[in-house]
């Protein structure tokens, strides 16, 4: 892709505050966007996460009241709860394992230096008690995907962190499942009367964001 259309795509892209309820994303775009975020890198690969597309009305109503009843929540045409693990167990890392040996062909035996790695830290080493801390910090890499991914093709998006992760929890019925709500993202269409889309942006220069050592 030329540098241009990227540039243009990121500038294109703002944090829609009023969706066009009447257009949905087609199942194509979809389908790429769902694939952005499972592409998404996490540290050692795990993956700590969930992603959950709301699609009922009536759960996006209550999604709605606990998220400052910001209307991006029942007015997009997508809106993916992105939730994390709270702690990461020694199943976690073997599920991994397993799944890297089956699609690399490397033995059990050859990850367990790699396995050992993983649970003296994030398992059962002295970051295992910063793990949920850990877990959400990476969901934000995904966010960021799913994001420049739909700006790319001409989707809007809105990051949501306004929003009751507890409440969350509770609605979704998350509490016993071993993941917790990180903060969301809507996806779909701007509305032709959102008067967000033609503000400018609002960014530091580089030289107040970036040095050069
Ligand atoms: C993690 C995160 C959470 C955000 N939460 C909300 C939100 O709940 N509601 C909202 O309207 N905008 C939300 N925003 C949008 C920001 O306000 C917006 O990205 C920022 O002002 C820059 O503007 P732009 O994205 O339109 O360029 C959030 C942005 C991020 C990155």
Redesign the pocket.
């Known amino acids: 892709m030329e540098q241009h259309s990227i540039l243009d795509a990121l500038q294109w892209?703002?944090?829609v505050?009023k969706f066009d309820s009447s257009r949905k994303i087609p199942a194509k775009e979809w389908a790429l966007l769902e694939e952005s975020l499972r592409l998404s890198p996490s540290s050692y690969g795990l993956q700590p996460w969930k992603f959950i597309r709301v699609k009922t009305p009536e759960v996006l109503q209550q999604l709605r009241a606990e998220?400052?009843n910001?209307s991006?929540v029942t007015d997009c045409s997508d809106y993916v709860v992105f939730t994390t693990r709270t702690e990461m167990l020694e199943s976690d890392v073997d599920e991994f394992l397993k799944l890297q040996s089956g699609i690399r062909g490397t033995p059990m035996e050859k990850l367990q230096g790699y396995r050992d790695v993983i649970l003296g830290d994030i398992v059962k080493g002295p970051r295992s008690a910063q793990a949920a801390n850990w877990a959400q910090r990476q969901s934000?890499i995904a966010?960021g995907f799913i994001m420049e991914t739909a700006a790319l093709i001409g989707v809007d998006t809105?990051?949501?962190?306004?929003?009751d992760p507890k409440a969350y929890d509770r609605i979704l019925g998350l509490e016993s499942t071993g993941y917790r709500t990180v903060?969301a993202v809507a996806l779909g269409y701007r509305h032709a009367e959102d008067r967000?889309a033609g503000?400018k942006?609002?960014r530091y220069p580089i030289s107040r964001i970036m040095e050069t050592r």
Do not use: D, F, I
């Not at 809105?158 to 929003?163: A, H, I, V």
């Open positions: 892209r703002y944090a505050k998220s400052w910001q991006q934000y966010m809105c990051p949501m962190e306004g929003l903060a967000y503000e942006k609002v």
